[in-house]
Nanobody, 122 residues
Framework: QVQLVESGGGLVQAGGSLRLSCAAS????????MGWYRQAPGKSRELVAS???????NYADSVKGRFTISRDNANYTVYLQMNSLKPEDTAVYYC????????????????WGHGTQVTVSS
């Protein structure tokens, strides 16, 4: 199976920046789409940004112009650069990946990380 480990979360003041990383490990043949989701207190989980294997990106309207998603295909890692952070960005951020697993027969795994806390103070 595939394991996803997020890192880079923490406490930052409004206007500051953080860079989240998510590394995938396991018997991986390839990874298609990778993405970041977040869930704030009292709210449902929402898509923040996604990126395909060809580096096509998609962003939630609330983060466009402030966040940038990127990936390192060789290392199966996805990043989320977060600039101009606002208190409204406070949430647990989760990494997601669609991975092809080396097996007989090969299979797809839709994997999730355990989340990393991002807190933005005013």
């Amino acid at each position: 199976q595939v394991q996803l480990v997020e890192s880079g979360g923490g406490l930052v003041q409004a206007g500051g920046s953080l860079r989240l990383s998510c590394a995938a490990s396991g018997s991986i043949s390839s990874i298609n789409t990778m993405g970041w989701y977040r869930q704030a207190p009292g709210k449902s989980r929402e898509l923040v940004a996604s990126i395909t294997s060809g580096s096509t990106t998609n962003y939630a309207d609330s983060v466009k112009g402030r966040f940038t998603i990127s990936r390192d295909n060789a290392n199966y890692t996805v990043y989320l650069q977060m600039n101009s952070l606002k208190p409204e960005d406070t949430a647990v951020y989760y990494c997601n990946a669609e991975a092809l697993i080396i097996a007989a027969p090969p299979r797809w795994d839709n994997a999730w990380g355990h989340g990393t806390q991002v807190t933005v103070s005013s």
